[in-house]
């Protein structure tokens, strides 16, 4: 039984953190619509009110706490059920219980296929909790997919690289692939239902390893998905460097769907911080993974993640990070302070960089990345791409779009329609995004 005779129960879904987390909610989505539950427009409306959390960061992780604070009273008077999903409901388990009683649901990443059963739990007035692996936790049977144009495809779930800074581990398992089959076929039946751009997605995306007897690589997937009757656009997210090959920037090469953008982080350009990471490669071996992206026939966009602070970094550190930042010169880069984790190997590493200092060299590397950012953006001024439209603006009267470099392009147009793909000019460039006009 899901929602239960009488009035039907609605539920409402907060997404903190990645991709991954923003598609194991349409996952929880389907599954609760399958159960005869009905979406609310708001947590307000909500009896169901469920938090996706992320647990990478300490900050992510209060947050969460802070906003569970807001569904107190309505939790105590029995006029809404609250859960917790997620990696924070992973790692911290029954704990969540403990630090705030009035939590009925606490359901790991790895556990929205028992969804249904947890269901029946809370409709009877229990507590419910699934933290054990599925081997399958990525094909759920119902999704309820947040965008008509643009769906995000699990190839790979967990991590077996254990950086020392990273929780991962802890909280998606160990890396467990799909059979090639599956993903092809569910691909198909996206293009079917009139996807055109599909996103493969995994906490190391590519090192994707083919269970069945076909045993197929990486890049031999991202150009099967590619070759798929219909589909316009194919992008993948979280490549590892150690795992990331000539054959993948081959394969970006010879399939004109497979988008022309490598998000590939560096954490560090100091080869004495990638050891006490455990990030498996150092400084030369990176640039060397650059030195491929760069030798593409296509011009390929290169975005990346980078960690200040970390136990150990010194000032010289530091100083390679930025110039490694020149050398590469990324169109994007998401940078982020250093935060202890639970059961983490960097807890005993010392010593620590104070929170201040931390501070200031973000503002640094920020700043930096701003300027090239920026200047490589202004080279893209005259020239015309396609875009996907993917929203409207209209207090700029502006419609929203994406290269397949994955640029943000505002653009004026006297009419556009969300998910189609438009021409546009570029007539002005800022670090972040660029702005022009639909070319008719």
Known sequence: ????????????????????????????????????????????????????????????????????????????????????????????????FERVPYVNLVCGSASYRKLPALLVRLQDGQRATGLTYDDEAFETEFTRRASPFRAYLTIIEGCDKRCAYCIVPFTRGPERSRTSDSILAEARGLVAGGYTEIQLLGQNVNSYRDPSPRRMGFAELLGAVGRIPGIRRVRFTTSHPRDFSREIVEAIDSHPALCNHVHLPVQSGSTSVLRRMAREYTREEYLEKIALIRSARRAISITTDIIVGFPGETEADFEETLTLLDAVQYDGAFSFMFSPRPNTAALALDPQVPEEEKGRRLKVLQARQREIQLARNETLVGREFEVLVESHNPKQAQWVGRTTTNKVVNFTTPTAELGSYARVRVRRAGPNSLVGERVQ
């Open 1 to 96: 039984m899901g929602a239960g005779a009488g009035k039907p129960q609605t539920f409402y879904i907060e997404t903190f953190g990645c991709q991954m987390n923003a598609h194991d909610s349409e996952k929880v989505a389907g599954q609760l619509l399958a159960q005869g539950y009905h979406p609310a427009a708001s947590s307000a409306e909500a009896d169901l009110v469920l938090l996706n959390t992320c647990a990478i960061r300490d900050k992510a992780e209060q947050k969460v706490y802070s906003r569970l604070g807001h569904f107190k009273a309505d939790a105590l008077a029995g006029r809404k059920k609250i859960g917790v999903l997620g990696c924070m409901a992973q790692l911290e388990g029954e704990k969540i």
